[in-house]
C-alpha cells in the first residue's frame, strides 16, 4: 500500500500531505527502500531467498 492513500489518525488528513509530525514520520518511513515492510517480513523474506537458494544449489 502506498502512503498516499493513507489517512493520518492523529490529524485525519492524507498522509501525503504531511500536515502534521506523525504524517511527516510515517510518510518519510515509507519513502524508504523496504520501510513499509516489519521486521518480521524481511525475515520471512530472507528464509524463503534462503531456502530457495539452497535448493536452486542442490
Avoid: I, K
Wanted: aromatic fraction near 4%; hydrophobic fraction near 45%.
Amino acid at each position: 500500500m502506498t502512503y498516499d492513500r493513507l489517512v493520518c489518525a492523529n490529524c485525519a488528513a492524507p498522509v501525503s500531505e504531511g500536515r502534521c509530525p506523525v504524517c511527516r514520520a510515517n510518510r518519510e518511513r515509507m519513502q524508504q527502500p523496504f520501510g513499509g515492510l516489519t521486521p518480521g517480513a524481511l525475515l520471512a523474506l530472507l528464509v524463503v531467498l534462503t531456502t530457495a537458494a539452497a535448493l536452486l544449489a542442490r
